[in-house]
């Protein structure tokens, strides 16, 4: 198996500008652009849509020319 993750990626809806770069970067797909509003309508952000596919390699953090990604470190069990 994997070695287990010690981060994951929390995005900053006010900071990202929806480009995609990060969903390009990802890995195992698991990010996606989604909107953020409840009604449906708006400008789309970046989503981690599927949490445990999330490998917390970081790739998407060092891409994002933004800097609209921090990797938030996972509290130990
Ligand atoms: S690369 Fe950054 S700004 Fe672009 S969609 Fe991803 S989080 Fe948002
Ligand atoms: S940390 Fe890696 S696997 Fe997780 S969302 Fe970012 S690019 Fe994808």
Known sequence: M???RKALPEIDPQRCTGCGWCIAVCPPHVLSLQVQSATGFGS???TLHDVPGCTGCALCA??????????????KP
């Open 2 to 4: 994997a070695a287990p």
């Open 44 to 46: 789309k952000r970046s």
């Open 62 to 75: 060092v891409r994002c020319p933004f800097d609209a990604i921090e990797m938030v470190k996972i509290a």
